[in-house]
């Protein structure tokens, strides 16, 4: 064999490693396609997980807000129910033991109307009897 066929056999060899180098190359662009529009749908899913995302922290942060409020009204109820209603409890229950007190005096008024109605009774009979 001579230098020229050798060189057409060293480029015929070239020639088919670089044909199997393009077939492997194409093979991975195909594959680089493929991840790419993997990619991409990844993208657009990942954009609408942010959209969610976005959407939840502003309704959590409505929330927040009403919370706070909410924090804010139970607060002054706390302090109108120490100074108000703890002293108009006082005050009911300073005036129901001053009615109890009352009730009382008048049990015993009752009691002794009771006994003189009685005497007056015993003294009736007494003299309707003579």
Same mark, same amino acid.
């Given at each position: 064999?001579?230098?020229?066929?050798?060189?057409?056999?060293?480029?015929?060899?070239?020639?088919?490693?670089?044909?199997?180098?393009?077939?492997?190359?194409? @093979?991975? +662009?195909? !594959? &680089? *396609?493929?991840? %790419?529009? /993997? =990619? #991409?749908?990844?993208?657009? $899913?990942?954009?609408?997980?942010?959209?969610?995302?976005? @959407?939840? +922290?502003? !309704? &959590? *942060?409505?929330? %927040?807000? /009403? =919370? #706070?409020?909410?924090?804010? $009204?139970?607060?002054?109820?706390?302090?109108?129910?120490?100074?108000?209603?703890?002293?108009?409890?006082?005050?009911?229950?300073?005036?129901?033991?001053?009615?109890?007190?009352?009730?009382?005096?008048?049990?015993?008024?009752?009691?002794?109307?009771?006994?003189?109605?009685?005497?007056?009774?015993?003294?009736?009979?007494?003299?309707?009897?003579?």
């Amino acid at each position: 064999m001579n230098n020229e066929g050798k060189i057409l056999v060293v480029l015929e060899q070239l020639q088919q490693g670089q044909t199997l180098t393009n077939a492997r190359l194409d @093979k991975m +662009d195909a !594959r &680089l *396609d493929k991840m %790419d529009t /993997r =990619l #991409d749908k990844m993208d657009t $899913r990942l954009e609408k997980i942010d959209t969610r995302l976005d @959407k939840i +922290d502003t !309704r &959590l *942060d409505k929330v %927040d807000i /009403r =919370l #706070d409020s909410v924090e804010q $009204r139970i607060l002054k109820i706390e302090v109108i129910q120490e100074n108000e209603v703890a002293k108009k409890i006082q005050l009911l229950a300073e005036g129901h033991s001053g009615i109890a007190e009352k009730l009382r005096c008048l049990d015993e008024l009752t009691d002794k109307v009771d006994d003189i109605q009685n005497t007056v009774d015993v003294l009736k009979h007494i003299v309707v009897k003579k």
